[in-house]
């Protein structure tokens, strides 16, 4: 090992001690934060699903804010993941779009909601417009990235016939990254139907509102209800990813 990984090693080792110091840990506060976890846990079984139209309501809210964010998202990252590629575009014109996506990837989705939630109002709305802005911080950085890994000889032979810079990106380097968007699309489609659920607990619509109301009214046994019903819906998410990739990989 050398003298600089010595030296990285023993820094990440105090600043963890620093941190840890910071944090005030006693074996009291544990044993307490225990007997409270076990009275939490006892009152949420069983699980109930009720009210129903409820826990229905907020699904499907979570459910559409997740389609919408997603379909919004690709539509505005792809251009701009497109102008952030450094392969393709003049200097001026990929740190200008890099600096935008930059920006949308700076702050929790959660942050955002709460900014949207003061801008247009408790809802789906604000649900929507934040992981809006995550997915274009997400997608636009990936999509440039692929798009700067592709081979540029495609390119080359394709702009040697004299085609357009539209023929040149279908041709040469649509084929090159199309696979990997798919893998894109489909994390972000998992993803956003995760966050769904995490930006209604600020008022961001979907079952994130409806599982912080039910903690509210101290209702842990439909507490437990809705997030097995979030665990499923990932589940059905995660299954329709893997079955979409499976069909692209034909």
């Not at 930059?102 to 109002?121: L, S």
């Amino acid at each position: 090992m050398s003298l600089a990984e010595r030296i990285g090693w023993i820094a990440l080792a105090v600043l963890a001690a620093w941190a840890a110091s910071r944090i005030d840990p006693s074996w009291a506060r544990f044993v307490t934060g225990l007997d409270n976890a076990a009275k939490f846990f006892d009152r949420m079984f069983p699980p109930i699903f009720s009210p129903q139209k409820e826990l229905v309501k907020g699904l499907i809210e979570s459910l559409q804010i997740a389609v919408l964010s997603t379909a919004l998202g690709l539509v505005l990252s792809l251009p701009l993941g497109l102008l952030a590629a450094r392969n393709l575009m003049p200097g001026w014109v990929s740190w200008a779009a890099r600096f935008v996506i930059t920006v949308c990837r700076t702050f929790h989705p959660v942050i955002v909601a709460i900014v949207f939630v003061k801008a247009v109002g408790f809802g789906a709305l604000a649900g929507v417009l934040a992981l809006t802005v995550a997915s274009i911080g997400f997608v636009g950085k990936l999509f440039a990235e692929a798009i700067e890994e592709v081979s540029m000889k495609p390119i080359e032979a394709v702009r040697a016939t004299g085609a357009s810079f539209t023929n040149v990106l279908v041709f040469a380097v649509v084929p090159q990254v199309m696979y990997r968007f798919i893998g894109f699309m489909a994390y972000l489609a998992d993803s956003n139907l995760r966050n769904s659920a995490i930006v209604g607990l600020v008022g961001a619509g979907g079952i994130g509102g409806t599982l912080f109301a039910a903690f509210q009214r101290y209702d842990y046994d439909f507490v437990f209800g809705i997030v097995l019903c979030i665990i499923g819906l990932i589940l059905v998410g995660e299954g329709l990813q893997l079955a979409v990739k499976k069909v692209f990989r034909q």
